[in-house]
C-alpha cells in the first residue's frame, strides 16, 4: 500500500503558443494554451492504495448500470455489463465513497442502498459485487433520472472529486429530450461522468451530449466483451484525479471581447457559452477534473484598433478552483496573451503551427460530423465531399486513427486531395464508431 502526501497534489502550468503581430487594423487575436498538470503520480492507482489521513483527494464514484428490457438481447450483454461493474469496483482505491445504479426508466440503487455510499475496502467491493447477481433486465430507459440518483447520492458524501459512469445499449425513449437536457443541466458542475454505448442500439448524440455536457469522455463498445477492460480503463483514469471543479479563467482588458474558448486536444469541446461571470472583465470556463495530464484550448479574442507599433495584453490565462466560501483559489499558474501592431507583412500574416493544426482538427470533427448526418439524410454528394474533406484533413494532420475510422466509411482514392466513394455498405458499429470519436485529435508536432 502506497500512501501520498499533499507533495503529491498536482502543480499546474500554462504555456501559450501565439503569431500576437496583427496587420494595422487587425483586431482577432487567436492562440493555443497548454494546460499541464504534474505531480500527482496516482494515475491508474489501484485497489489497495491508500493515503494519509486527511492527505490525498477524498473521491465519489457511481456507476450506472443500463438494465432495460434490450440489455437480454443477446443474454450475454447483461452478463458483460455485470462483469464489466464488477471489474470497475476492483479498480476502486481503498477509501473511495462508492454506489452502484441500475438503470430502466427508473433508477434504483443496487449497492449499497438507503441513500448513500458505500466505503471501498476488501469487505464493501466483495458485497457490492455479490450484489451485481441480483441486476437482471427488464423495464425502459430514462436516463434522466440515472443522473439524478447519481447526483443525490454524490452529495451525500464529504468528497471533493466526483464522477460518474454511465452504460446504456439503447435509446432515451422513456423520457422527453428536455427532461434528459434539464437533468443534465442541473448535474452540470455537480460531477464529471464518462459514457458509453454498449452494442448499435443506441443514439450516439445522446451518449456524447452526456458525456459533454459532464465534461467527460464517451465512446462505442460495439462488442460487449471489451466491456470489462474498457470500465477498468475508465476507473483508473478516475482514480488518478487529484483536483476538482477546476476552471479556465481569462481576464480580458477594456474593449476587448472573447469570441471563443474551446477544447482542442484530447478532443474537440466547445465551452464558450459555459462561462461564469468571475468579476469585472472576468470569466471562468470549467475544465473538471484533473489528475497527471496536459489538455490544449484555443482562445479567440477581439480586440481594439491601436496603432502600428503599439502592443498590449489581449487576454490573462489562469487556474482557479472554488472554493466553499464563494471566493476561488489561484493554483499559481498563469499565461499572457498579447497583440502587437505592425507593418512587416511576413510577421503578420504567418499563422501559429499550433493555431493552424487545431483548426485543423476542429474542422475535421465538424467535416466528420457534418457527413455523417448528410449520408443518413440521403444527401449522398454532400456526405462525399464532407468526408472527403475530412479524409484530407486527416492525413494532413497525422490523425491516423481518424482516418482508418473513415476508410471504413469511405474508399479513399486519394488522400492528399479527399477524393473519396462512399462505400455502398457500412458496418452500423463501424458508422457509429467513426461518429462517437470524431472530436478526438492528436497533438501537435512541437
Sequence with gaps: MANFSKSNVPQFSVDVYQNEYLPDGGREVNAIVTVTSTGGGTVGSAAGTTYAPGQGPAAGVVIMVDCSGSMDYPPTKMRNARDATAAAIDTLRDGTHFAVVGGTHVAKEVYPGAGRLAVADRTTREQAK???????????TAIGTWLRLADRLLSSADVSIRHGILLTDGRNEHES???????LDSCAGRFTCDARGV???????????????????ADIVADPTGLASDFTR?????MGKEVADVALRLWTPVGTTIKFVKQVAPTVAELTGRRAEAGPRAGDYPTGSWGDESRDYHVCVEVPT????QEMLAARVSLVVPQPDGSAQNLGAQGLVRAVWTDDMVASTSINPQVAHYTGQAELAQAIQQGLDLRKAGDMDGATAKLGRAVQLASASGNADTAKLLAKVVDVVDAATGTVRLKAKVAEADEMTLET??????????
Design 130 to 140: 455479490q450484489a451485481l447477481r441480483r441486476l437482471s433486465a427488464g423495464g425502459g
Design 177 to 183: 429530450p428536455e427532461d434528459l437536457r434539464t437533468a
Design 199 to 217: 452494442g448499435t442500439d443506441w443514439e450516439v448524440k445522446e451518449v456524447t451530449g452526456i458525456a459533454s455536457a459532464l465534461l467527460g469522455t
Design 234 to 238: 475508465m476507473m483508473e483514469t478516475a
Design 306 to 309: 491601436a496603432g502600428l507599433g
Design 437 to 446: 470519436r470524431s472530436t478526438k485529435t492528436v497533438r501537435v508536432k512541437k
